[in-house]
Structure formats: C-alpha cells, structure tokens
C-alpha cells in the first residue's frame, strides 16, 4: 500500500475545515490507532492504524463488533495525516465528510506479524491496546477497497455492545455537544462596522473584515501557528494604538501558549483558522507580526526576515540595489528567497528554512549574511542598528531573526498613514513597486492572479 496524503490534502480546503493540513510525520517508538465517530452524510467510525509516519483509515459502518462472529465491512480510505488522530469537531456542510466527528478510542496498537506484507496481502492481525478497544483483531481485504474488520478469540471479555460508548473518550463530550460547540463558534459578530479606520480613502472596520476575509486563503499558511503580537487601532490610525502581546480574546477560537523565557513564564498567542483570524480583527487588532517558529516546531524556525531599513530620505533607487545586493549573496547560497513590500519604507526578503536549525544558528546565519553585506559594501550597507551608524545607509536589520523577535506577516495591513499591505512580490516586481505602493484595494485585485509566492514552503528543502 503507497503511503500518500496527496489524496487527503486535495479532497479538503483547509481555509474553511479546521482539520489538518497532511504532512508525513518521523515514525515513533510506539503505533498510535484512533477510532472516530463519524456522523456525516452516513454514520459510520473510521478506524485508522498508524503506519509509515501517516494513518491507514477504514470507514467501518456498523463500528467494530466484540462479537467474534461479526464480520464488519470496513471501506479503505485514503491515508490521513498522523495529527489527525487528534481532530474532534466539525467539518463544514459542503465540505469533504462534513459532519461532526468524535474520538471514540485511542491507543496503541501491535502487528502480529510482518506489518509490511500483511499491509500488502491484505491480512493483518493486530492487538489494540485502547481505552475501548483491546485485544486481537483482523483486517482481512475482500476485493478492492473493501476489507473486513474481525475481533479473533482471546481472552478479552466484559464489553459487550460498543454503541454503549457515546461520549468522546477525550472531551467527554457527546456528538451533539460537540456540534453545538462548532455552532457558538463560528458567529464572529462584528460590532461598529461603520466605523472609520482610515480617513482617506475611508476606509471603515467592516472593510478590514472584509479584506481579511478576502486575504485569508494566501496570508493563512504564513500566520497560522505562529506566536503572533499586533497593533490594535481601536478610535482610527490618529488616535492611541496597542501592542498586544497577550490573548485578550475570550471567543475561545484563538490558541494559548505558555513559554518560558529566562525563567519567566509569558502566555502568548496564536491563529488557527480564519475565525481565529476574523475574531482578532474584530478585537480591533488590524496589524499581525508573527515569529519564525511555529508552535508545532517552537525552538526549530522555518522562516527567515531580512529587513531594509534605508536611512531617511534615501533614494528608492539605492534601496532596490540593497535587495538585489542581498538577493545576489543568497543566491550564491542557493537560498530561494522571497520578496515583499513593508508597506511602510523598505522591502523584506523572506527565506523560508526547512533544514531544522535551532533559533541560536539560524539567527547566526541571518547575521552572517547581513555581514557578508556590510563587508562586501561598506558603504552602502551597516549591521549595527544604531541610528548614528546607519547615515546615508542601509541598515540590514538581521536581529528579527531571534527567538521572540516578530516581524509583519505577509498580507498584513500597516496602520500607516494609508491603508497599505506588507505585499508579497514577485522579483521581476521590484523596480516597478515602491514599499508602500499597495494598498488594501490593489492587494485584493493582486491575490486573484498567480501566487509570487508560489512553493515557499516547498524550496531550500
Ligand atoms: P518599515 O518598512 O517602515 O521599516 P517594518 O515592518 O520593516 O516597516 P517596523 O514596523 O518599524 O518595521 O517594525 C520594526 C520591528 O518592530 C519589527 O521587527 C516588527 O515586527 C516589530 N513590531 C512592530 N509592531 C510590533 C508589535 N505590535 N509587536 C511586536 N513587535 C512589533
Ligand atoms: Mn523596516
């Protein structure tokens, strides 16, 4: 059997599902097994063994049977991402298997046998270590897809009907409880629509909504997971705005992270989805600056920020030559490396880093690079940040690459004097779009052509 999630990424649009994105995971010490009631077009349990760093995934109509004599038809589906053992919720109507969806048992389980061939043959005999499930089994294919689910003979007794079980063995929580939760959820209520952000153009809190919901799909994969701070601009760009580095939030559709830094515990936060996203918006919080790291992989950063910060007045013309001077030493590297407008006075170039580099070395090379600048042009070009140091140069701001240092999402809206998008680019771009050329209007006509940031997470593997 091919080991593949290809088919479960394209069946789902991650922007309106909260379930997982599928990605291959490192092979653990022990198999993990999970069993979810499924109530969607049809009620049925999927049954899903781990194998091969993803989850091998039955649909079981009837559910599994302690009856010996029960032979239960289990349907193969397509191989689902590991983290999903852990989804419990709701898929929206429309969406592939919408439904709600309950982890009934969870566990371990042990091949008999040679896993690898049985897989192959299609007979595999198994004992599941779960909290509902124990002791010997069988997978035995039919034809096709079509396998049969068997409890063997052993010694396990003492449970009898497994649709005695109709809460969830991790919340608790009973099918309709959960949907109910889905529901309370997903009304984001937007109070003061009409208010005015921006005064010129106007442009009111209802057309940020709008703009993020517009956006979401593409800025989504670069700010979803990642410890996020923002500016809050609640009275307009003139009046007072917040830095928040702290959930206030009380929708419940945010993540909350504890970390230590030098022996301090911090309480941060984090977007999951789109209602994550939307709720902050409507929190009044308009601009979003993100970490390197994501809270999966926390002390392992995968994206890195270069910063030009002209001095003031510099010519346009000097800043772009500082870009491309840059993007000449990471192509030397071979570092695939991206662009954006800071909607503010410079460009960022942004290279995504899969090589799992500590925050200690990663920020190390950030600040080799910016030096390897300096050093090749003095001149033009200064690694350390003092105001007094940088006249008539570029300061290479490489120190947002430490761990808890931030800088602005791609897509994110600047509260600037005009309502201007930090704006992925393409590089052919870079001469023709000044740093603050786009706005909220031009970055919505912008996401409907091609990606320029197409494959991001895909280069410098
Ligand atoms: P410009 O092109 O105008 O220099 P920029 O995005 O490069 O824009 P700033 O907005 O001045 O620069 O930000 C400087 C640093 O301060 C960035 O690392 C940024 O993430 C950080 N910063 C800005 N706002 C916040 C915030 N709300 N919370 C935490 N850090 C922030
Ligand atoms: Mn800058």
Known sequence: MKNNLKKYNTKRNFNITDEPIGKKEKIA??????VQHHIASKDHYDFRLEWNGTLK??????GPSYNPKDKRLAIQVEDHPLEYRKFE??????????????????????????PKKDFENGNIKFILKGKRLK???????????????????DSVIGYKNINEFITSIKSGKTMEEIENKKKRKKVIKITNPNKVIFKNPKITKKDLVDYYKKVAKRMLPYLEKRIISTIRCPNGINESKFFKKHLENIDNLLGKINISNNAKE?????????????????????EFHIWG?????LEHPNIMVFDL??????????????VKDLKSILDDFSLSSFLKTSGGKGYHIVVPINSISNWENFCQTAKNIALLMETKWPNKYVINMRKDKRKKKIFIDWIRNTRGATSVAPYSIRLRKKPTVSMPISWEELDIVKPNDITINEAIKRIKKEDPWKGFFKVNQ
């Open 29 to 34: 010490k022990k198999l993990r097994f999970v």
């Open 57 to 62: 995934s039955w649909a079981v109509p009837k």
């Open 89 to 114: 919720g709701t898929i929206p109507k429309g969406q592939y298997g919408g439904g709600t969806v309950m982890i009934w048992d969870e566990g371990y389980w042990e091949p008999l046998d040679n």
């Open 135 to 153: 002791g010997k089994w069988a997978l035995i294919r039919l034809n096709e897809n079509n396998w049969l689910l068997i409890k063997e003979k």
């Open 266 to 286: 911090e309480n941060y936060y984090y977007i999951k989805n789109v209602e994550g996203l939307i709720s902050e918006v409507q929190m009044n919080s308009f």
């Open 293 to 297: 790291s994501t809270i999966d992989n």
């Open 309 to 322: 910060d002209p001095d003031e007045n510099m010519n346009l013309k000097k800043v772009r030559q500082g």
